[in-house]
């Protein structure tokens, strides 16, 4: 009995890129204590909820970043799209639409540009980083052009006060169990993508595509529809949370997304996901985000200067990475020579 | 394992280190923080003055504007024995600010001193705040939630002064039409978009065309380069809605070597000043962000301490600087 229950935990540790994982909790760990040490409140009940909350945008930023990740491409236009899906809802909100269509029409709207860079890289071949970098314009245009170049009105004045308020307590001020629920909705998003990138096929496709697509054409996976489904996901990831921003606010603002792409990366990256493609937990993605929002908590917590938390992020960033090849080499290593 | 385990110790080390070398721009006047327990609604009106906590939010922590009223606020705190600790944003974001507002509730401070992006974004997080018992006192751009007091400057008699200094000048170089391009921040933010509405009802019936506004977000270079396609088009005037802005248009006039067009901008800052003493730009409407800073500190602490102010709005007015 006992020997089951050891190696299932053995397995679970086992894993590929479980290692950096580890690592990237027990940096969060050592992170959040060093800042609650510097300033109490960092520890306080209503800290932690607005932690969770906040963290829930980079944390579906990162798992739509990680899809690309992890089949070795990327998504550039992953902000923009946010920026785009804010924009599409609060401008048809404030025209009196009701939240439910104007989510459906933000949510076409991502996944036909979503569509778009998956045949553009799957099909087509274009390089992930031009063809995004293409959509990424042209999402961040839309989103500008949607509400004629400015910025909308609450969305109160299209849809009424308590619509309004149902919109944005839904999205962001709303509480469910004594936890945000925008901390639950990017908690459930995040399971079920995992789910699906560790239990089905398409996952399993997912990574195969990431470590050698030649091999895995060779072994009947179908590259450009498994590229279009990862780009797929970057889509609805980036269509939650611009419709999280936009409840935030309460309307749509035209730079809303600014550099998220970037941001999902980064919490990618940091938990171990590897920008070369094929390996990487989800799960690491988590604490990547996580790592990501406890700094800039706490960084504004206590007041520090303004290039503080960029240069701790980029140091960071470089340390994973760096942590990821020596890592790889170390296992190349030990495999070849057992 | 050993390798992965020294990488781990050295990155928390390097972390609690870049940490703790870099924090807190607070004050000397540095209160005793709140043991971290959860309710923050036990803002007592008796508090002892050394006890107080003030969150200063504005719209970033860059710009000269901003760190001026920062400064003044510093000045009343010292004056007054308080804390405040400046918690902006890097850069103007709604997102952003709305968090360093949930920061401020859940930091345990007693007041927020904030300067609005919007008057709807960030109203959502300030009623919470607001329910919650912290005091909130605007300064230069209010939101559309009830606050102790605001402390501004009155944008549309402002940029109506601009406008009357900009056809003077103009119409004493003999210049009685042409065109006038305005460069604008964002048609978001409040207080420009009123400077801009003072600007152009100085022009009515003037014989000047204004040209539709174009938005350079208030980055310097962005706005230069919207200003001097304007100076392309064959204005005769400029005006800049904010410093940013401001920069952008003096700078778009040196560049073109055409002395003739008259530049007039908002705001205070060494290189508007020294873009005014070269003759670029004409003349700029200062405002007083330290008074603001001051006024807003004295309002938040006396509201603490059980006063009630009733919502004034008091304009804490533009200096016209010329050469």
Known sequence: MKETKQSAVKRFLGMRGMGAVITAFAGLIVIYVAFGIIDRNVFSGQNVMNLLRSMSKYLLIGVGQSYLLITGNIDLSIGSMVGMSAMVSATLMTMGISPIIAIL???????????????????????????????????RGAAYMVNNNRNTDAIATGIGKEAGDRFQNFFYYG?????????????????????????????????????????????????????????????????????????????????????????????????????????????????????????????????????????????????????????RSGNFRKNTNS | MKKKLLAMVSCAALLATSVIGCSSSKPAESAAAPAGNESTAETSAAAAAGDIKIALITMDSIDQHWVTLNEGAQKAAGELGVSVTFMSPNTKDDAQQIECVNNAVAGGYQAIIVAANGPDAISSALKEAASSGVKIVYVDSPANVDAEATFSTDNEAAGKTAGEEMIKAL???????????????????????????????????????????????????????????????????????????????????????????????????????????????????????????????????????????GGKVQDTGVSVLTK
């Open chain 1, 105 to 139: 029409v933000a949510l076409a709207c991502c996944l036909c540009c979503g569509v778009i860079n998956g045949i553009l890289v799957g099909k087509f071949k274009l390089p992930p980083f031009i063809a995004t970098l293409g959509t990424m314009f042209v999402s």
């Open chain 2, 171 to 309: 119409e004493a170089a003999g210049v009685t039409s042409g065109k006038i391009g305005i460069v604008n921040v964002n048609a978001a933010t409040d207080s420009t978009v009123k400077r801009e509405n003072g600007f152009r009802s100085a022009f009515e019936g003037k014989g000047y065309e204004l040209m539709e506004t174009q938005y350079g977000e208030g980055d310097a270079a962005k706005s230069q380069t919207i200003a001097e396609n304007y100076i392309t088009q064959g204005v005769v005037g400029i005006f800049g809605c904010n410093e940013g802005s401001t920069t952008g248009a003096g700078n778009a006039i040196k560049a073109s070597g055409n002395s003739g067009i008259v530049g007039v901008g908002f705001d205070k800052s060494d290189a508007i000043m020294n873009l005014i003493n070269d003759g670029y730009l004409l003349c700029t409407m200062a405002q007083n962000p330290d008074v603001m800073g001051e006024e807003g500190v004295k309002a938040a602490v006396a509201s603490l301490e059980g006063e009630s102010l």
């Open chain 1, 175 to 327: 509480k469910t169990l004594g936890i945000f629920n925008t901390f639950w909705i990017a908690l459930i998003l995040f399971l079920v993508f995992f789910f699906l990138l560790s239990k089905t096929r398409t996952g399993r496709h997912i990574y195969a595509v990431g470590s050698n697509v030649d091999a895995a054409k060779l072994s009947g996976v179908n590259v450009v529809n498994t590229t279009i489904k990862a780009y797929l996901v970057s889509a609805v990831c980036a269509c939650v949370v611009g419709l999280i921003l936009c409840a935030q606010a309460g309307m749509g603002n035209m730079e809303a997304g600014n550099m998220y792409e970037m941001y999902g990366v980064a919490a990618g990256v940091i938990g171990g996901i590897s920008p070369l493609g094929g390996t990487g937990l989800l799960l690491g993605t988590f604490a990547g985000a996580a790592v990501w929002q406890t700094l800039e908590n706490g960084l504004n917590m206590i007041g520090a200067q303004v290039g503080i938390q960029r240069l701790v992020i980029g140091i960071i960033v470089v340390f994973s990475v760096l942590l990821d090849v020596v890592v």
